[in-house]
């Protein structure tokens, strides 16, 4: 592995049904994010985790959950999928998320997932 | 509330030279940033400047201007592989990246 792998490439997805997005990094990042990108929108931050074992909210939460073993994965889960969650979604890592440190953020390939 | 402002869509020749600008009010700044997002792919860094003035790497530059909340990324010589979405980005007082919704850069022959 080299960088970020997100999994699965793309998803289409019965609504109400529950799926989880995964996330893997091997640059021993200590910060991690979740995001989703709407036509027309910037990216908006869903959750993120300034190191393991802690996660955060970010600007649109609802209706996902993360978690945080371990340094390398993060991954997202919709626990009962809905229409308007059909975006694309991007993990992102960077050696920051503490104050006066703040380093580029790194990105996955993305997760393009559909909501019927 | 917390505002990045670019333009939508901006076109250029091959060969010529095009400014995006970038303008923000956020609570608090320490860093600003862009990325250059090709269509169907993930967000790349370009640059960072978090003190006034200007940041050349190579082809494109990056100027800040914290006193009037204002940024641009200057792109010389264009090639047709820089048509791709340009993306502002500033780090607010809370150390979290708020982004702009991007400029789709289209490169003409």
């Known amino acids: 592995i080299a960088g970020i792998t997100q999994a699965p490439t793309s998803q289409i997805l019965a609504a109400g049904r529950r799926m989880t997005l995964r996330c893997t990094q091997d640059m021993r990042h200590n910060a991690m994010y979740w995001y989703r990108q709407d036509l027309g929108l910037g990216l908006r931050l869903i959750h993120y985790s300034n190191t393991a074992g802690t996660t955060g909210k970010g600007e649109v939460p609802d209706g996902y959950s993360v978690s945080r073993a371990n340094t390398d994965d993060f991954p997202l889960t919709l626990a009962s999928a809905v229409p308007s969650q059909t975006s694309v979604y991007f993990c992102?890592?960077?050696?920051?998320?503490?104050?006066?440190?703040?380093?580029?953020?790194?990105f996955g390939p993305g997760t393009r997932l559909t909501v019927l | 509330g917390q505002n990045i402002d670019q333009p939508t869509e901006m076109t250029a020749t091959e060969g010529a030279i095009v400014q995006i600008n970038c303008t923000y009010q956020t609570s608090g700044f320490n860093g600003l940033f862009w990325y250059q997002q090709h269509a169907g792919e993930a967000p790349t860094f370009l640059s960072y400047n978090v003190l006034d003035g200007l940041e050349e790497k190579g082809r494109f530059s990056s100027f800040l201007s914290r006193s009037k909340g204002y940024s641009y990324l200057l792109l010389k010589e264009l090639q047709m592989k820089d048509s791709a979405s340009y993306l502002c980005?500033?780090?607010?007082?809370?150390?979290?990246?708020?982004w702009g919704a991007g400029t789709k850069l289209i490169i003409k022959p």
């Open positions: 980005a500033v780090v607010d007082s809370n150390y979290q990246l708020i």
């Open positions: 992102a890592s960077s050696d920051s998320g503490t104050s006066g440190n703040y380093n580029e953020q790194f």
